[in-house]
């Protein structure tokens, strides 16, 4: 689904990335870790195609219509058009634009792009209520301005439920677990999990591991420095919860 | 799309009536004034209201205290009375030019019988006259008079008289004169004692002929608890040279009255190098007279070369309630100069001011305002809230609030905020699928809603729509 090969990327002149090289298919839950520094971010937000990071070398290959092709090109909102979603770490507030009109304007945007019939407000309310209600949000947030004096764990959860309208083909959530207390934690792995399937992929940048007793990953990568320098399964993370990253990057 | 087609729909109601017009001579004088009010059969009382304001007008000079470039206006270079040539016009709909009906319904406003639209009447005003007004049957069934002010200066003159000119006086400011001097049509309500109106009231202005001034007068009064809801809509064809537009609207409430008054203002604002487009002067003002009036103002400034207006409220009554929510969006090289008075004499009022200014590209919006509570005002209250946003970085955004208290009971408060539409807003919206007009459109909805909820659905409507069109390709 996705191909990064030797990618390098810079913002304002500093080079963060130094040759990412990852191969990510369908089906698959990837994790990557690192200290803080080491462009876990960058790679998220370059993946879904910020403007202020800016790629100097390598390529992004992402499958369309069963076709490699670079995405280099593409918008941001043509990215998430063709399935690309990124869970923000600090999602943003939008003043006065109530939650409900932005997920319906989303959806829409994304059905009229697939051409499916869009959906009309009573409808759509209908179809976010077990979504709201698996993440174990009150039906009043609908009706706040999106992120708007939420809590930490109120807009990651309301990250997850973008996640849950839009249905993406490939999820990438970054430090989607920072801010969260247990109880959070587990209930935005459960939405995760539920989306999972074998036609849909994740990549969860994450700082600690504590994410993964809930979302079990099937490969593991740590990056330091800009580069991915060590890749495994689960038990790479349980190893750096117990030695730290040093172990590593000390090699 | 084409790009002609492109710049076609930037403005869509930039097309150009057809009709032979009837005009006077370029020029403003004394004759022309008498020829308008014998032409308009007007009463000798009326003709000396004008002649005055002439002469007052003559005494004034153009106010520079503004924050906009004017470029000089050359009075006698325009034309002050345009007609669109019919067989017959005021009055019956039924015999207005084809031409026009299809005009009107272009615009989205079908006169006809069957086409009209149900639950509001409109009084449709092209260049100098009214060409009538619809579902007048329906309101004469309740005492409403809604007709045009020539009309209403045959029909109703003891009416007219009482109330003209009493809340603008023509010597209240340089466009006041002039229009008090030469207004050719515009819209009079008057709703009686106790009554609810049935329908919305609306005036549809459509500037047309070439150099010609618009100069409307709207009166409305609303008689002890009676209460009316107020639309007015303008558009102006496309065209390079300037138009002016100075208009008047009065507002009297009597007691427990209440009028609502909205505005989308989508004038012709030139184009994108600043060529053409209206400039609207007008002066708006209600009073509350009575005990337990309100008045609430509502506009969303969309459109014209340069914006100059201030619709105001009088507090006089005890408790009475004056507001004013504002949305004033410039783009290309269009000036605001916008805001409200609030003028504190009762005891007990209270006033709301929420404005919302949102500028592009280069142009340049202003918002000026001014509370006064007077000595007599115990307890008054106000509550303003000024609030700029800014797309781009060539465009500006001002803030004149001028706050003058005499009463120490009264409590005044003001918050003022400027944005800039970050770039963090922009990519979380687009990386939901938004491409970046839709983004930027939403966030503008968001930031003006608490204005757009204070609109009847329809033109809450219809002002999303215009704000979206406008923001098209001004956003980089």
Redesign the interface.
């Known amino acids: 689904m996705l191909e990064i090969k030797n990618l390098h990327a810079k913002i304002d002149d500093k080079e963060i990335l130094r040759g990412i090289n990852l191969k990510v298919n369908a089906g698959e839950v990837h994790a990557i870790m690192g200290p803080n520094g080491s462009g876990k971010s960058t790679l998220s937000k370059i993946l879904?195609?910020?403007?202020?990071y800016e790629k100097t070398e390598g390529e992004v290959l992402y499958q369309i219509n069963g076709k490699y092709k670079s995405i280099d090109e593409l918008?941001?909102?043509q990215?998430?058009?063709e399935g690309i979603?990124?869970g923000?770490q600090y999602?943003?507030?939008?003043?006065?634009?109530?939650n409900i009109?932005?997920l319906m304007?989303?959806f829409n945007?994304?059905c009229e792009?697939q051409g499916v019939e869009t959906m009309k407000e009573e409808e759509f309310r209908k179809y976010l209520k077990p979504k709201l209600m698996s993440l174990d949000m009150n039906e009043s947030f609908l009706e706040r301005?999106?992120n708007e004096g939420f809590s930490g764990g109120e807009k990651k959860k309301n990250e997850i439920l973008?996640m849950m309208v839009?249905n993406p083909r490939l999820s990438l959530l970054d430090e989607t677990d920072s801010g969260l207390d247990v109880d959070a934690l587990r209930i935005v792995a459960q939405g995760v999990n539920t989306l999972k399937s074998k036609r849909n992929a994740t990549i969860l940048v994450t700082h600690y591991q504590r994410l993964l007793n809930y979302i079990q990953p099937d490969f593991v990568h740590i990056l330091y420095q800009g580069k991915i320098v060590k890749s495994g399964d689960k038990n790479l993370a349980l190893e750096v919860e117990e030695k730290g990253y040093d172990w590593i990057t000390k090699q | 799309m084409k790009a002609e087609e492109k710049l076609a729909q930037e403005y869509k109601y930039g097309f150009v009536t057809d009709v032979e017009t009837e005009e006077f001579p370029k020029g403003l004088n004394e004759d022309i004034i008498r020829l308008l009010s014998q032409k308009k059969n007007e009463p000798e009382w009326l003709l000396e209201f004008r002649l005055k304001s002439y002469r007052k007008w003559l005494t004034m000079t153009h106010p520079t205290w503004q924050y906009c470039q004017i470029p000089p206006i050359d009075f006698q270079d325009l034309y002050y009375y345009a007609k669109p040539k019919a067989k017959k016009t005021a009055g019956s709909l039924d015999e207005i030019d084809p031409e026009l009906l299809e005009t009107f319904e272009k615009l989205g406003i079908p006169l006809g019988e069957q086409k009209r639209i149900s639950g509001i009447a409109v009084d449709a005003v092209f260049d100098s006259v009214s060409l009538g007004t619809t579902h007048q049957a329906d309101l004469e069934k309740v005492g409403v008079i809604f007709c045009s002010i020539s009309e209403a200066v045959e029909k109703y003159p003891e009416l007219v008289k009482k109330y003209l000119g009493t809340v603008v006086p023509a010597s209240d400011n340089y466009y006041a004169a002039l229009n008090s001097a030469v207004f050719s049509d515009g819209s009079f309500c008057y709703i009686p004692k106790g009554v609810t109106c049935p329908l919305d009231l609306s005036t549809y202005f459509r500037i047309n002929a070439k150099e010609t001034g618009q100069f409307e007068r709207t009166l409305i009064v609303a008689d002890e608890g009676s209460f009316v809801r107020y639309l007015e809509g303008c558009t102006a064809p496309q065209r390079d040279e300037n138009q002016l537009h100075a208009a008047i609207v009065e507002i009297v409430a009597l007691k427990d009255a209440e009028v609502k008054y909205s505005t989308v203002q989508n004038w012709y604002a030139g184009d994108k190098e600043g060529k053409g487009g209206i400039f609207n002067f007008v002066t708006k003002r209600g009073i509350c007279k009575g005990d337990n009036a309100k008045i609430s103002w509502t506009q969303v400034e969309a459109g014209s070369a340069i914006t100059w207006k201030y619709p105001s409220v009088i507090l006089k009554g005890n408790n009475s309630q004056g507001a004013f929510y504002s949305v004033a969006l410039t783009n290309h090289k269009m000036q605001a100069d916008t805001g409200t008075k609030m003028i504190h004499i009762g005891k007990n009022t209270r006033s709301t001011i929420i404005s919302k200014g949102i500028s592009a590209e280069e142009s340049q919006n202003v918002y000026r305002g001014l509370v006064q509570v007077m000595a007599s005002a115990d307890n008054a209250r106000n509550y303003t809230q000024c609030d700029s946003m800014l797309i781009g970085d060539k465009c500006r955004a001002n803030t004149f609030p001028t706050i003058d208290v005499k009463n120490n009971t009264a409590v005044v408060e003001h918050e003022a905020s400027t944005s800039k539409i970050s770039a963090d807003q922009l990519f979380y919206l687009e990386s939901r699928g938004m491409d970046k007009e839709k983004a930027v459109s939403l966030i503008v909805n968001g930031f003006c809603k608490e204005v757009f909820k204070t609109l009847p659905l329809e033109f809450s409507v219809e002002a999303v729509k215009l704000i979206e069109m406008k923001l098209e390709n001004s956003v980089g």
């Open positions: 879904a195609g910020h403007p202020a918008e941001p909102s990215r998430a058009k979603f990124l923000f999602p943003v507030e939008i003043p006065g634009v109530s009109s932005f304007t989303a945007e994304l792009a301005s999106v973008q839009l």
